[in-house]
């Protein structure tokens, strides 16, 4: 495909885009290719834009070719390489160097995108989700707001993670402005937020997007993102694995979009995997369909592992 086709293919369909290295994030990043193709119709109306931290990833997306997802190879496009002079390292605290270049993609890459392919709009995604239904509900839910962000459910503004989870966030054109703020903020450890909002990487700056554009919607009204941090909000009763995968949140159901299988490892050897809980605290024995959904995201991801020769 030609650049000019290219510019006309993403200018008229939804532009999603996430990015991993080739460690096991490149199994989860495909997994979760895989589910948004699953729910929309075998790919009809999108267009995922991945890019490869490392030039492996990069080489394996390339040779597999796949319909409905562009790679690009961090390392040759200057303003996302970690070498960048628009990326400033973050001293004194627990993290590496490459965790928080990482934690700066989200933005940059987003801000790069929407700039150089001339995106209408741009929606992020963590590579460690799988969907469960079209993407097209989170659009209709976001509506015509210039910004969607996602709830963690369980905390407020207060908490040092912030009220908010980098996991899907979108935005319009009218949000642009505040995209490029975000990416200034990640890049810089001097900016004038950092004492206040740069204690969880990119992340808690989200609770500060309402003041860079007035039109910021909180998906949570018809579907909602699943986590380990609020599965005791949700009311499970109705939720089916076969096919119902809706819950209750605040009283009304609403659709079970997607789940956040925060530090989840694969265990192919011994068909078992960790679920995260010695981070978050015991979940699995919330409630039956939790357990059933990381069972079934370890065959996810095996299959995601075998048919692409991970």
């Keep these: 495909?030609?650049?000019?086709?290219?510019?006309?293919?993403?200018?008229?369909?939804?532009?999603?885009?996430?990015?991993?290295?080739?460690?096991?994030?490149?199994?989860?990043?495909?997994?979760?290719?895989?589910?948004?193709?699953?729910?929309?119709?075998?790919?009809?109306?999108?267009?995922?834009?991945?890019?490869?931290?490392?030039?492996?990833?990069?080489?394996?997306?390339?040779?597999?070719?796949?319909?409905?997802?562009?790679?690009?190879?961090?390392?040759?496009?200057?303003?996302?390489?970690?070498?960048?002079?628009?990326?400033?390292?973050?001293?004194?605290?627990?993290?590496?160097?490459?965790?928080?270049?990482?934690?700066?993609?989200?933005?940059?890459?987003?801000?790069?995108?929407?700039?150089?392919?001339?995106?209408?709009?741009?929606?992020?995604?963590?590579?460690?989700?799988?969907?469960?239904?079209?993407?097209?509900?989170?659009?209709?839910?976001?509506?015509?707001?210039?910004?969607?962000?996602?709830?963690?459910?369980?905390?407020?503004?207060?908490?040092?993670?912030?009220?908010?989870?980098v996991s899907v966030v979108f935005f319009g054109t009218g949000g642009f402005r505040c995209l490029s703020w975000w990416r200034k903020c990640v890049c810089n450890p001097g900016n004038a937020w950092f004492r206040s909002h740069g204690s969880c990487g990119d992340q808690k700056y989200l609770d500060l997007f309402t003041d860079h554009c007035d039109t910021v919607h909180v998906i949570q009204n018809t579907i909602v993102q699943g986590a380990p941090w609020n599965f005791r909000l949700l009311d499970w009763d109705g939720f089916e694995m076969d096919g119902h995968r809706y819950v209750k949140w605040q009283g009304r159901e609403v659709a079970f979009g997607w789940n956040h299988f925060s530090h989840f490892e694969p265990l192919f050897h011994i068909n078992h995997y960790e679920s995260g809980e010695k981070n978050y605290g015991n979940f699995l024995s919330i409630a039956e369909p939790i357990r059933h959904l990381y069972n079934e995201y370890l065959q996810v991801l095996k299959v995601a592992h075998e048919r692409y020769g991970l």
């Design 1 to 165: 495909m030609d650049a000019e086709a290219r510019r006309e293919t993403v200018a008229s369909v939804k532009n999603l885009c996430t990015l991993t290295d080739s460690s096991s994030y490149l199994n989860k990043g495909l997994a979760l290719y895989d589910s948004l193709m699953k729910h929309s119709d075998h790919g009809e109306g999108f267009v995922l834009h991945y890019l490869c931290i490392d030039d492996a990833a990069f080489c394996k997306l390339s040779d597999l070719n796949l319909p409905n997802l562009i790679p690009y190879q961090a390392s040759q496009i200057p303003e996302l390489s970690q070498n960048s002079k628009e990326f400033s390292d973050h001293k004194g605290d627990d993290y590496t160097p490459y965790q928080h270049y990482c934690w700066s993609l989200a933005s940059r890459f987003c801000l790069w995108l929407v700039q150089t392919q001339r995106l209408p709009s741009i929606m992020y995604l963590d590579a460690d989700l799988l969907f469960y239904h079209d993407i097209d509900k989170v659009y209709k839910e976001i509506g015509n707001r210039q910004i969607g962000i996602t709830p963690h459910m369980h905390n407020s503004t207060q908490d040092a993670v912030g009220a908010y989870n």
